[in-house]
């Protein structure tokens, strides 16, 4: 059974505290990525990933941090230096870089709240 | 830098009714553009990816069309339902861009 997962559902940080959202696939994507969405708001991209051992910075990547050490995992880890980040963190994936034929595949997302 | 605009920004309408999603952006040189559907606390569906060499798509009671020079995208929902009620979102992705610039969204209920 093919996806992305995303764990956990629902996740509570306190004040100066990092967190590391859990993003897995097992759909053979090269490519990945982290979006955040905030109410009344389009999704941001915050990092991608078009291989193993690289990433880019999105539009928002400050106080945020993430690695590509195997194909089908990519975390985002939410560091202290972030202001202001709860919201609903969206994981996606596509098949290949180039060509722009690829649709992404998102994950059912991580409510994250500071306390 | 590109921009994706949707309007309305919500929409309801009865039951059975044919209705239209808009979608416009402001730089027409783009790979493709998608729609997706988002339902409440949940990730996005993709509903319909159109190419830039394409004018639409159809999937099942869903018509999307592109008209790229105007910068202009439409959603056909046929016969809508209440299980149509959601969000919906358009995305482009910028021609030479890895990334998908995302509009706000159309929310839509759809009342029986």
């Known amino acids: 059974d093919g996806g992305i997962t995303q764990s956990p559902k629902y996740l509570f940080r306190k004040e100066g505290q990092n967190v590391t959202l859990s993003c897995e696939q097992n759909?053979?994507?090269?490519?990945m990525y982290w979006y955040r969405q905030d109410p009344g708001q389009g999704l941001r991209l915050i990092y991608y990933s078009q291989i193993v051992n690289d990433f880019q910075k999105g539009d928002i990547a400050e106080g945020y941090s993430v690695s590509r050490e195997k194909k089908e995992s990519f975390p985002l880890t939410v560091t202290s230096a972030q202001k202001n980040p709860t919201a609903f963190y969206l994981c996606?994936?596509?098949?290949?870089?180039?060509?722009?034929?690829?649709?992404?595949?998102f994950g059912p997302g991580t409510r994250l709240t500071v306390l | 830098k590109q921009e994706v605009t949707q309007i309305p920004a919500a929409l309801s309408v009865p039951e059975g009714e044919n209705l239209v999603l808009n979608c416009s952006f402001t730089?027409?040189?783009?790979?493709?553009l998608q729609w997706f559907r988002q339902d409440p606390g949940k990730g996005l569906t993709s509903l319909l990816l159109?190419?830039?060499?394409?004018r639409e798509q159809t999937s099942g009671r869903l018509n999307a069309s592109l008209d790229k020079s105007s910068g202009r995208s439409t959603l056909y929902i046929a016969a809508s339902q209440p299980g149509d009620s959601a969000t919906y979102l358009c995305?482009?992705?910028?021609?030479?861009?890895?990334?998908?610039?995302f509009g706000k969204g159309t929310k839509l209920t759809v009342n029986p």
């Open positions: 995305a482009v992705r910028p021609g030479g861009s890895e990334k998908l610039v």
């Open positions: 730089d027409s040189a783009i790979y493709n």
């Open positions: 759909l053979n994507h090269d490519a």
């Open positions: 159109i190419q830039s060499s394409q």
């Open positions: 996606a994936s596509s098949i290949a870089k180039g060509q722009g034929r690829d649709t992404q595949y």
